[in-house]
């Protein structure tokens, strides 16, 4: 069974940062591509960020390009998503997702999800 686990979400002002973090099995961290996707009160979710399992690609949405940085560290089992100059539209409740398969377009499993805000 795949478990995934998130944290870091919150309330923070537009301009400022939030690093979430997404922790699993060494396993699953071996063997499958990891990434972030986002939904937004009355919209669907959608592709953030992923991560190829050995590490070596990224993928961004473009509305994220440049503000947002994902990352593996392998000692830990666990995915980090730096979240840099954070809009208000940025505000969703984000999941970590797994595929074993590259590239993520969409999840085979899925963490709780952790909630963002962003005020302006």
């Known amino acids: 069974q795949v478990q995934l686990v998130e944290s870091g979400g919150g309330l923070v002002q537009a301009g400022g940062s939030l690093r979430l973090s997404c922790a699993t099995s060494?396993?699953?961290?071996?063997?499958?591509?990891m990434g972030w996707f986002r939904q937004a009160p009355g919209k669907e979710r959608e592709f953030v960020a992923a991560?190829?399992?050995?590490?070596?690609?990224?993928t961004y949405a473009d509305s994220v390009k440049g503000r947002f940085t994902i990352s593996r560290d392998n000692a830990k089992n666990t995915m980090y998503l730096q979240m840099n100059s954070l809009k208000p539209e940025d505000t969703a409740v984000y999941y970590c997702?797994?595929?074993?398969?590259?590239?993520?377009?969409?999840?085979?499993?899925w963490g709780q999800g952790t909630q963002v805000t962003v005020s302006s």
């Open positions: 997702a797994v595929r074993r398969a590259w590239p993520l377009t969409r999840g085979d499993y």
């Open positions: 060494r396993r699953t961290f071996s063997t499958y591509a």
């Open positions: 991560i190829f399992w050995g590490g070596g690609s990224t």
